[in-house]
């Protein structure tokens, strides 16, 4: 019952499986023990009916007291323990699958998040994660305890008296059929919800992050109606949802409760035809009191299993993505990169086709071609950010793919065009490159990036925060920065992709100085749009259309009249545009 299947179905972790038997363990004891209180009112009626027929003292008063007095500590100590397994283990729970599903999410390789967005991924997170939260704690205990239990009680009436049994309980089948009768229509409009909640969520983030262009082109008025709209469709879908569930839990719930007439006419028909006696007959208007209660919270209960089931696949479709993993361990022979017979697409768009060059250590390699390429996707698979479709990337002799991400990138430097900072001090940001850095050894890459400068100017200096992403720092001043980290990392691969290209003349010229000593005797592979910055390059690959149109060192392409880098150089030399 509580196996592997169970697990993924509830999308929970190994010790919120053991929660969850040991909740269901707890709800079995008290429904049973609830129940058993109807033995003390039993025993109570017996000696009531000595008293009205032979007019005698009630007996057994004492034991009943007593059994009173049981009944109501172990009641008391029951609840207790089926709060603390279902509700008290919960938030460890919650805690243990987000930890899970970032680990996760980690070692994902890049291509996982283009398919899909932030707002979805933090909807599973949090969202999801809270959905689940609740069945839980309120949902999985209750529910399986509810059916063990009811099992066996209906068993004890069965021996008891199997007509008034029957005519009790006929209508719980009935109910739960029409209640799993509706699952289909509930998990799609449970979907249905989802898909508008993702809706409102991803508009209202990308309003949220595109609030300065929507100001510069004066298109406020239309987004917010465009978020209205959104809000507005969710409500209408979340009612619809509701709606749905609230009439097929109401309607299950009603056909149940007719287990109650039936009883009645059942019983009484049964003591005029002198068939049962009139307590058999009390005992199970007692019962009928308390035998729907856990039916009736299992009817909601399952209701909301059907609709956490989106949730509960959501959370299990991260978890069962492939994450891009290896060895951990990485000795390779040198530090020289070679692509052979690389091919590489974004879903159905190639974007390399037969891709084979080495960059050699030692060196710098420079990837120039026209916009789109696909210089960066060359340098995000050198760092296996990517993973390839064909061919292979080595690195001193090994294969990239069977090593450990992150235990790859311990010998990669990288700074990128999108420069990524958080929002922490100027100091701990740049620390990011080596763990451990003294501040010392931070400064001293500071200085070399020609980050001081502009970090003295600033409030608290290097203890100043820079706010989410480096949102108080300009284009320049936040490459800076990323140049810093590289530098104080020192790893024997460095990637650039367009390092300089938000710094003016002054800077550029400066920060050159502290690249050339970060470049010093590694592995370089650098993209620029400006030729000028590669032609102090070793080796010049040029791509076209996602191949290597060219290959060699810069004087000799040059040498060639008919040669793209020549021509790409002509033409930045006369119109002055640096993009080619
Ligand atoms: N994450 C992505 N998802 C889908 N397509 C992408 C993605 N990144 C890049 N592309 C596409 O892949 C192609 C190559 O892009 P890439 O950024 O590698 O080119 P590039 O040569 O570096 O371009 P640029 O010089 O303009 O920076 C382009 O057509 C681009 O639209």
Redo the contacts with the bound molecule.
Sequence with gaps: MFGEKFQRKYALTDLGVKNAKQGTLWTVIVNLITMAGICIIYLMMMNFNDVLIKHAYLKGTGMILLLTIVYFILSLFTHMQQYKATYGTVYKEVKGVRIRLAEHLRKLPLGYF?KRDLADLTETIMGDVSRMEHVWSHVIGYLYGAYISTAIIAVIMLLYDWRLTIACLWGVPVAFALLFGGRRLQEKNAKITKKYTLDMADCMQETIETISQIHATGRQEDCLNELYDKIDLHEKKVVKSELISGLIINAASIIMRLGVATTILAGATLIVSGRIDFLVFAVFLLVITRIYAPFDQSLQLIAEMFISQVSANRLMEIEDSQVADGKNSFQPNGHDIVFRHVEFG??D?P?LKDVSFTAKEGEVTALV?P????????AKLAARLWEVQKGTIEVGGEDISKVDPEVLLRDYSMVF?DVVLFDDTVMENIRLGKRGATDEEVLRAAAAANCDEFVRCMPQGYQTRIGENGARLSGGERQRISIARALLKDAPIVLLDEATASLDVENESKVQGALSELLNQKTVLV?A?RLRTVEAADKIIV?ADGKVREEGRPDELMKQKESLYNKMLQLQNTSGIV?V
């Design positions: 283009g974004y879903d768009h974007v071609g916009s789109g390429s696909g210089k960066s996707t060359l065009q993209i749009h791509l993009g």
